[in-house]
């Protein structure tokens, strides 16, 4: 089931969805949650941005010690999404290659995990 979410309250569940499109700077990306076995490369990460086929890919299978697995899938996805923001700005070739800020997957988490937190700054002072 293809869905493009724009419910700011985040009332999807990830039973309910194989495919989402998010648009990022102007480019469409297609998000698909997949488990490891139809996708190799989850085997070594919760999630990956394909930036040559704009995809993004959360893995959707894993449960473990994980209380509350559908949370854990949207900070994932967040995380994706902010390496599709760098990109498609031009930052993650234009920041000097693979130890650069732009592919530093602890500013990735940073922005990922505090974004919502800025967003509702900004609101607060009526700055959006």
Same mark, same amino acid.
């Given at each position: ?5 724009? +419910?700011?309250?985040?009332?999807? /569940?990830?039973?309910? *969805?194989?495919? *989402? ?51 854990? /899938? ?8 902010? /390496?599709?923001? *760098?990109?498609?700005?031009? *930052? ?6 693979? +130890?650069?800020?732009? +592919? ?25």
């Amino acid at each position: 089931m293809t869905k493009t979410v724009s +419910d700011d309250k985040g009332g999807w /569940h990830l039973e309910e *969805l194989s495919e *989402l499109s998010v648009n990022i700077l102007g480019t469409e990306y297609t998000v698909k949650f997949m488990s490891e076995k139809e996708d190799y490369r989850l085997e070594e990460m919760d999630g990956y941005t394909d930036f040559y086929s704009k995809l993004i890919v959360v893995e959707n299978s894993r449960t473990g010690t994980i209380h509350n697995i559908n949370e854990y /899938h949207k900070k994932v996805l967040r995380h994706e999404i902010v /390496h599709a923001f *760098l990109y498609e700005s031009g *930052l993650a070739t234009s920041s000097h290659g693979n +130890d650069s800020f732009a +592919d530093d997957e602890e500013i990735v988490d940073w922005i990922a995990i505090q974004g919502r937190k800025i967003h509702k700054a900004w609101e607060s002072v009526y700055a959006i």
